[in-house]
């Protein structure tokens, strides 16, 4: 069947809905993102396959697909000139942005056209299950925090675009009504050759209403070649420039609607502080050398800084391995780390409640090593100084 013949499933609903595959080098990946996309219950969909310039064996897994898709084969420029190619051949009245490493459920589509009958609605979106790179679920999703419901603009006028009503998903969780899109494209493809969702989640909230399913919809896959494996500080650096780049465009948009906001006003962002605590960590840590960072794994980043080695709190194999059963077992690990050469413990923001949780463990710190980082952001601790 190819896909002129393909016909709606949903009766009473002849909504076409764009799924765009975009890929770069992902070849591993590729054919699963695909399937996905074409196999899905509600059948009047197109999908389109933007290859980036890959250098592996995309292309020859998408020529197999024959007419079934619609193929976009370009030179390399970034995820923004991908995502703009295959809108401009686009002809869905929602378009799905669909990482090649990410898969959709059977029913996602149908599921959101379910909710996209009223007008002013301009993106539906719904969280996603974390796999490996083996395709295994790890019994988590992404995001973990609510997503946004509703109109949202009096917060986003209020707060900015970081607020916290204004949680989204990653690429592959939002579908995007063509009356939204066609008011932001193209992407601006020099500042968003990565994370082009990033453009479309900080502009939206402002165009309509914004609708979620509450149970996730696709697989958010992780692997050792997601941006999450750049160094945070780099990362945190990159988003903290385009979002203020953003802002500037989303404060253009409101102008015109006319709606006068003070974006100086605007809170930072948790980027903003990241970035900042990064900055700070980095000037007490030497390169080359490892920490303790204490913060429950919520960075979620194989490398925090650039040249310095980080260590969760508690760790085991290298990985996060929960709090400690007690005081005792927190200075036993602190220990251990000490005697394997790391250099300091650092505990940020988020995780201050283990400072008053393990109270003893605390004690022990500020009385036996040397304090070396002490703001609203973080606590630090040398474990190559002690307290004389």
Known sequence: MNREERKYAIKGTDTLVSIIVNNYNYGRFLEDAINSALNQTYQNVEVIVVDDGSTDESRQMIQRFGDSIVPILKENGGQASAFNAGFNVSRGEFVIFLDSDDLLFPTTVEEVVRLVSEPDVVKVHYALAIIGSDGKETGRIEPELSLAEGNI????????????????????????????????????????????????????????????????????????????????????????????????????????????????????????????????????????????????????????????????????????????????????????????????????????????????????????????LNNERLLGFSLEETVC
């Open 153 to 372: 603009l009096e917060s986003i006028i209020k707060n900015g675009p970081g607020s916290m009503e204004n949680i989204q998903p990653p690429t592959s969780g939002n579908a995007w009504s063509r009356n939204f899109l066609n008011k932001v494209f193209p992407i601006p493809e020099e500042e968003y050759k990565g994370c082009a969702d990033y453009y479309l989640i900080l502009l939206v909230p402002i165009f309509g209403k914004i609708k979620r399913i509450l149970e996730p919809q696709g697989y958010y896959r992780v692997h050792g070649g997601n941006m999450t494996s750049k160094p945070l500080d780099k990362l945190a650096n990159e988003i903290v420039l385009r979002y203020e780049y953003t802002c500037g465009l989303l404060n253009n948009h409101l102008k015109e609607m006319g709606i006068n906001v003070d974006t100086t006003q605007w809170p930072e962002t948790w980027y903003h502080q990241l970035g900042r605590s990064l900055k700070e960590i980095s000037e007490v840590i030497p390169v080359k050398a490892s920490f303790v960072l204490a913060n429950e794994n919520h960075w979620k980043a194989n490398v925090v800084l650039s040249d310095r080695y980080h260590l969760p709190f508690m760790e085991f194999n290298g990985m996060y391995n929960g709090q400690p059963p007690s005081d005792e077992a927190a200075i036993k690990e602190i220990e251990r780390q000490k005697s394997n050469g790391v250099k300091a413990i650092i505990f940020v923001w988020t995780s201050f409640w283990l400072l008053e949780y393990y109270a003893g463990m605390y004690e022990y710190l500020r009385t036996t090593y040397r304090c070396i």
